[in-house]
């Protein structure tokens, strides 16, 4: 069982387990910290709601533990961000509550460093009055780790050579770039060719390395490289940039002559296919254009690793690297999901009863991604933020089901960009009843006028009574009330004078239709 930390404070729960825990591990006594006492769990059907992702735990039943159900892959569920928290919310009846649970899926070194390629050909001119001197630098791909922190930091060795070595740069944006540098003259003819491995090791404990080859052609060749006038370009698109947009041009420069300086541009291996199919540069012009759509939502940044190769034999090629950042715009609507619903509503909930469960998200950032909520049209029924993108749909005013007995009410979200996007989500909420109004008569007396001797059966009126309550509550019976009847005269004895009597003695009134 692991012990997961956890802190409960304004109706939030915070729990880490571990990636790749496995299924039926225990992260967190969920139910006694909410402060449910033991048994309550499933009678209050303590659960999780985890609006529009899998959630990969859930609530054991009897003992009310949030267990890993599924394969929890940090990589998979956050990518490269950090924390990879997991935001649930928990509910519980009688009466319905809502508490957010914050999960934390920690890192753990199970990915090791992968280059784009197991080999990498290089062809190097050998050192003569027109190659490669010594201390010329040859850009390497890096790896790549998908862990994060300490597990994702890369270090990189090369196996020994009197003839390379390995020079390791550290970009400000904490990215680190191997530069192979040539220490000894090469010469072709005594040997043509070298083997090297290139070892990226991360630093996990246990440290996990990955490899490539470098297979390294000593050639003749033209003695100046293709050069940029800087090594990284920044450059900012809109998410929202035109597919065919030129929004860069490079040029590099060749102190060479005729086809020596002939420079062609291209993305250099280390970009991966996803990326060259969103963008596209011009071989002859060095102008780079969108080519697909951008969405910040998805990716915020791309490095885009540029060769300029001339056209001599061997070719050399000098190397920039373009970083693209993806501007934000309103392009996303806000949503609005009913995570839970209590209805009907009894007409007479006191003010405050929480009658929906509403989550509200918008997937832009900054402003773009502020939502202001409200109900419309108000009526006896007010939002109440519970935490970030949560609000409960609550009863304001007193209801009176006999005065309305139904409502039809709307969420509505806007968000801050300009100009706002806007969403609705239409809520239906139907009053039931209480036994809340006595029946009355349409009048308090009524006068009757009956001949004596009438034969028993006689009909002499019919009385009808309202009650506006519904079902039950609105169905009336009629009995008569015991008041009395007596002659002119006389008082009552057991002989023959006269005295009072019962009315139910002489007329009776039919319980369902109030004949009388």
């Given at each position: 069982v692991l012990q997961a930390a956890w802190a409960l404070c304004g109706g939030q729960v915070r729990y880490s387990v571990p990636e790749e825990a496995k299924a039926g591990t225990v992260v967190g006594r969920l139910a006694q910290d909410v402060g449910l006492e033991a048994g309550e769990a499933e009678a209050r059907r303590l659960r999780l709601v985890a609006p529009g992702r899998r959630a990969s735990v859930e609530v054991s039943g009897a003992s009310g533990a949030l267990v890993v159900s599924s394969r929890l892959d940090r990589e998979e569920l956050c990518g490269k961000s950090a924390p990879c928290a997991l935001r649930l919310e928990v509910l519980v009846e009688r009466p319905l509550r809502v508490f957010h649970v914050e999960l934390e899926v920690t890192d753990i070194n199970d990915n090791a460093p992968v280059f784009p390629a197991p080999r990498k050909n290089l062809s190097i001119a050998e050192s003569s009055l027109?190659?490669?001197?010594?201390?010329?630098?040859?850009?390497?791909?890096?790896?790549?780790?998908?862990?994060?922190?300490?597990?994702?930091?890369?270090?990189?060795?090369?196996?020994?050579?009197?003839?390379?070595?390995?020079?390791?740069?550290?970009?400000?944006?904490?990215?680190?770039?191997?530069?192979?540098?040539?220490?000894k003259s090469l010469d072709r003819e005594t040997i043509p060719v070298h083997w090297l491995l290139l070892t990226a090791s991360d630093g996990g404990q246990p440290s996990l390395t990955g490899t490539m080859e470098l297979v390294i052609s000593v050639q003749d060749a033209n003695d100046n490289a293709p050069q940029f006038n800087q090594s990284v370009y920044k450059v900012q698109l809109p998410e929202n940039t035109e597919r065919g947009t030129v929004f860069f041009h490079l040029t590099a420069t060749d102190e060479d002559e005729g086809s020596n300086r002939e420079i062609h541009y291209s993305f250099s291996d280390t970009i991966s296919e996803k990326i060259q199919e969103l963008?596209?540069?011009?071989?002859?012009?060095?102008?780079?254009?969108?080519?697909?759509?951008?969405?910040?939502?998805?990716?915020?940044?791309?490095?885009?690793?540029?060769?300029?190769?001339?056209?001599?034999?061997?070719?050399?090629?000098?190397?920039?690297?373009?970083?693209?950042?993806?501007?934000?715009?309103?392009?996303?609507?806000?949503?609005?999901?009913?995570?839970?619903?209590?209805?009907?509503?009894a007409e007479d909930a006191s003010v405050g009863t929480v009658v929906a469960l509403l989550s509200?998200?918008?997937?832009?950032?900054?402003?773009?991604?502020?939502?202001?909520?409200?109900?419309?049209?108000?009526?006896?029924?007010?939002?109440?933020?519970?935490?970030?993108?949560?609000?409960?749909?609550?009863?304001?005013?007193?209801?009176?089901?006999?005065?309305?007995?139904?409502?039809?009410?709307?969420?509505?979200?806007?968000?801050?960009?300009?100009p706002a996007l806007r969403a609705r989500r239409g809520v239906r909420v139907p009053v039931s009843d209480v036994n809340d109004n006595a029946p009355a008569f349409a009048q308090a007396v009524y006068t009757v006028l009956a001949r004596e001797n009438n034969a028993a059966g006689a009909e002499l009126a019919r009385l009808w009574a309202r009650d506006p309550d519904e079902a039950g509550n609105g169905r009336v019976s009629y009995s008569v009330w015991e008041g009395g009847a007596g002659g002119a005269a006389g008082s009552w004895s057991g002989g023959g004078g006269s005295g009072w009597r019962p009315a139910s003695s002489y007329v009776s009134v039919d319980a369902e239709s109030g004949r009388v």
């Open positions: 027109v190659g490669s001197p010594p201390g010329s630098r040859f850009p390497l791909e890096g790896a790549s780790d998908a862990d994060i922190g300490a597990n994702a930091h890369l270090s990189y060795t090369l196996s020994p050579s009197e003839y390379f070595g390995l020079e390791v740069k550290s970009q400000g944006d904490s990215k680190i770039y191997s530069v192979l540098v040539l220490r963008f596209k540069i011009d071989g002859k012009s060095g102008k780079i254009r969108t080519e697909g759509d951008l969405d910040f939502e998805n990716v915020q940044t791309y490095d885009l690793e540029i060769e300029a190769r001339d056209q001599g034999w061997p070719p050399l090629s000098g190397h920039c690297r373009v970083e693209v950042e993806v501007l934000d715009v309103n392009d996303n609507a806000p949503e609005v999901w009913v995570t839970s619903l209590s209805v009907p509503v509200v998200s918008d997937r832009d950032s900054g402003a773009n991604g502020r939502v202001r909520c409200w109900v419309w049209p108000s009526g006896p029924f007010g939002l109440e933020a519970t935490f970030a993108g949560s609000y409960s749909l609550v009863l304001r005013e007193a209801l009176d089901r006999e005065r309305v007995s139904e409502y039809e009410v709307e969420v509505r979200a806007e968000d801050g960009g300009s």
